[in-house]
């Protein structure tokens, strides 16, 4: 392991997570990102069907005997509900506001069509910070804004009495969801910079060029923009859920995680209105009576919590950072990254890892050797 903040700050700016395992913020923090499923263990589906077989299948050999689901009103958590009648289901709801109302609604919709039983899990900004320090903790890192809303449902859930917690996180990069990053075949300097979540050297001192991470994918002026999004996105992505769940020690899993397109994935079909054609078709044959809603991210009000904020003040950002130019993500990126240099240096928590301490601000409990980072 080694040492490297500027690295670590570039990479979770650019990224939303540190690319390079072996690199860390400061000494007694070691970050680790989730492993992508080995290609040996995916299952080939090339129907609609044979996506409705796959998964059942996952369902049959689950052993616990409470099932949840987060549940949002997209087609994923949609399918996986039709396969958990007598469930609970989690919802998000966002206090103070009118966000996604119609996504809400859907979400009532699939939990009454498949006899769900539906709780709410509400969130605010009191929420978020109330868990944004545990999750940042146990992951040694900045984190993803959904990360404190997910583990706010993962604990609600295990005070249910949930005994597993069913996502359907990997749908959109397996099966072609990612649709604006599929556009169109990407020059490659265009690309990093639609994909660069924040740069680096708009907010830093001294920033890191990330632009290694790109030349992996480089092909002549173009980019291999599709093993980009499964060796990059995966990670980033898949992380934030693995980080979250572990804080809460409640075991999920994902039904969607294992499958593969056995065949290409049709880039004129994403292009033209049909991102997720396969999951589409399924979606029609569990909800015949409804239109395939369009995709819809998991919601955050960031651009509400950070109007006013007026932007970092540690010395490892620039005072001239004009915030008018950034969106709220990646105003809670830089939020969040000064929050967790400061934590990680507050010498009343040691700065090293004691996962429990954060745990016990939450009024939970956990051993050590029980908390998965």
């Given at each position: 392991m080694?040492?490297?903040?500027n ?6 700016l650019?990224f939303r997570?540190?690319e ?5 913020f400061c000494?007694?923090?070691k ?7 080995p ?6 589906v090339?129907?609609?069907s044979?996506?409705d ?9 689950l ?5 949840g689901i ?6 994923d ?8 009648r ?8 966002f206090?103070?506001?009118d ?9 009532e919709?699939?939990a009454?069509?498949?006899g ?10 009191n929420?978020v910070e ?6 940042m903790k ?8 959904i990360e ?11 005070a ?5 917690m069913?996502?359907?996180?990997s749908?959109d990069?397996?099966?072609g969801?990612?649709?604006?990053l ?16 924040t740069d ?18 480089r092909?002549?002026?173009k980019?291999?923009?599709l093993?980009f999004?499964d060796?990059v ?7 934030s859920?693995l980080?979250?769940?572990?804080v809460?020690?409640?075991?999920y ?5 294992k ?24 979606f029609a ?8 809603p369009n995709?819809v ?8 919590y950070?109007k006013?904020?007026q932007?970092?003040?540690r010395p ?5 950072i004009?915030?008018?130019k950034f ?5 809670w990126?830089?939020w ?8 990680s240096e507050?010498k009343?928590?040691?700065?090293v ?9 939450l ?11």
């Amino acid at each position: 392991m080694s040492v490297d903040k500027n690295f670590c700050m570039s990479s979770y700016l650019a990224f939303r997570y540190i690319e390079k395992d072996d690199v860390d913020f400061c000494e007694g923090m070691k970050h680790s990102n989730i492993k992508p499923v080995p290609e040996s263990e995916k299952i080939l589906v090339k129907t609609s069907s044979e996506i409705d077989s796959a998964i059942q299948k996952v369902f049959d050999g689950l052993k616990c005997k409470k099932l949840g689901i987060m549940l949002s009103g997209g087609m994923d958590s949609a399918i996986l509900a039709s396969y958990m009648r007598g469930a609970d289901a989690y919802t998000f709801r966002f206090l103070g506001g009118d966000l996604q109302k119609e996504e809400l609604a859907r979400a009532e919709y699939y939990a009454k069509y498949y006899g769900l039983n539906l709780h709410y899990v509400d969130i605010d900004w009191n929420v978020v910070e109330k868990n944004v320090d545990a999750v940042m903790k146990a992951k040694c890192a900045p984190v993803h804004s959904i990360e404190p809303q997910i583990l706010e449902a993962a604990l609600q859930a295990k005070a249910d009495g949930i005994e597993m917690m069913v996502v359907g996180e990997s749908s959109d990069l397996i099966f072609g969801g990612m649709d604006q990053l599929l556009a169109k075949d990407w020059d490659f300097d265009e690309f990093a910079n639609r994909y660069t979540f924040t740069d680096p050297k708009a907010v830093l001192k001294e920033p890191v060029d990330m632009s290694y991470l790109f030349e992996r994918y480089r092909q002549g002026e173009k980019i291999d923009f599709l093993s980009f999004m499964d060796d990059v996105f995966s990670v980033e992505s898949s992380s934030s859920y693995l980080n979250a769940f572990s804080v809460a020690r409640m075991p999920y899993v994902d039904p969607y995680a294992k499958l593969k397109m056995a065949d290409p994935l049709d880039l004129y079909r994403v292009r033209h209105g049909e991102p997720k054609y396969l999951i589409r078709e399924l979606f029609a044959k569990k909800y015949p009576e409804i239109p395939v809603p369009n995709k819809v991210p998991m919601p955050r009000p960031v651009d509400e919590y950070f109007k006013t904020w007026q932007g970092p003040h540690r010395p490892e950002f620039r005072e001239d950072i004009d915030m008018s130019k950034f969106t709220g993500n990646q105003k809670w990126q830089m939020w969040c990254l000064e929050r967790f240099i400061n934590l990680s240096e507050c010498k009343s928590l040691s700065g090293v890892i004691n996962l429990n301490n954060y745990l016990d601000l939450l009024f939970w409990h956990f051993p050590d050797k029980e908390v998965a980072a």
